[in-house]
């Protein structure tokens, strides 16, 4: 069982950044692939970015890459998001998750553990 728990949301002008943070509790934390997904109002969950248990592989979307970076800290139990150059189609609530595997996925069903997420708004 792991519980995650995001911050470092809030609101931001356009051109702006946030980093985001994902605490985890629970063991073996340093096992999990962690991933990152948005949903804005009236939309699906989108794919951004996700990192193997070790930091060594990272993935993120297409069209996100270059803005975004997720790293993580094992010592510290937390996974986190760097955004940078931050605009109105970055609005969203940012959801940590957790898969107990060695390997990345950008597919939501993938991951096991979820957070509640944190809201990014981005003003024009």
């Known amino acids: 069982q792991v519980l995650l728990h995001e911050s470092g949301g809030g609101l931001v002008q356009t051109g702006g950044s946030l980093k985001l943070s994902c605490a985890a509790s629970?063991?073996?934390?340093?096992?999990?692939?962690m991933g990152w997904f948005r949903q804005a109002p009236g939309s699906e969950h989108e794919f951004v970015a996700a990192?193997?248990?070790?930091?060594?592989?990272?993935s993120y979307a297409d069209s996100l890459k270059g803005r975004f970076t997720i790293y993580r800290d094992n010592a510290k139990n937390t996974v986190y998001l760097q955004m940078n150059s931050l605009n109105p189609g970055d609005t969203a609530v940012y959801h940590c998750?957790?898969?107990?595997?060695?390997?990345?996925?950008?597919?939501?069903?993938?991951?096991?553990?979820w957070g509640q997420g944190t809201q990014v708004t981005v003003s024009s």
């Open positions: 629970g063991r073996a934390f340093s096992s999990y692939t």
């Open positions: 990192i193997s248990w070790s930091g060594g592989s990272t």
């Open positions: 998750a957790a898969n107990p595997s060695a390997i990345t996925s950008r597919n939501r069903a993938f991951y096991d553990y």
